[in-house]
């Protein structure tokens, strides 16, 4: 059974910097897609970003772009999201999700991801 375990969520003022963990356990290699989503009180969840293990090829939402960083240690099957600059507007649960996509698709949804983290809350006060 593959399960993320994210840590590293919290409270930050306007401005500043979280950075999220996500270990994944068990047989993480066959599942080698591994990303963020987060959602929001009375939102639905929404798409972060994602880093692919082929080339390392990442992608992000709009809204996180030049702010957030996704990274991944392969020996260590995890993946972090540093977040920079943040803004109240990031207040949200962040999960950590993990997949296997075959191709590059047009945009990620949620039913993509096979595997979620129990989440962690960021909170960001202005």
């Known amino acids: 059974q593959v399960q993320p375990v994210e840590s590293g969520g919290g409270l930050a003022q306007s401005g500043g910097s979280l950075r999220l963990s996500c270990e994944v356990s068990?047989?993480?290699?066959?599942?080698?897609?591994m990303g963020w989503f987060r959602q929001a009180p009375g939102k639905e969840r929404t798409f972060v970003a994602v880093i692919r293990r082929s080339g390392g090829t990442t992608e992000y939402a709009d809204s996180v772009k030049g702010r957030f960083t996704i990274s991944r240690d392969n020996a260590k099957n995890t993946v972090y999201l540093q977040m920079n600059s943040l803004k109240p507007d990031d207040t949200a649960v962040y999960y950590c999700v993990v997949t296997n996509v075959v191709g590059a698709p047009s945009r990620w949804t949620a039913n993509m991801f096979q595997y979620w983290g129990q989440g962690t809350q960021v909170t960001v006060s202005s």
């Open positions: 068990g047989r993480a290699t066959n599942f080698p897609d």
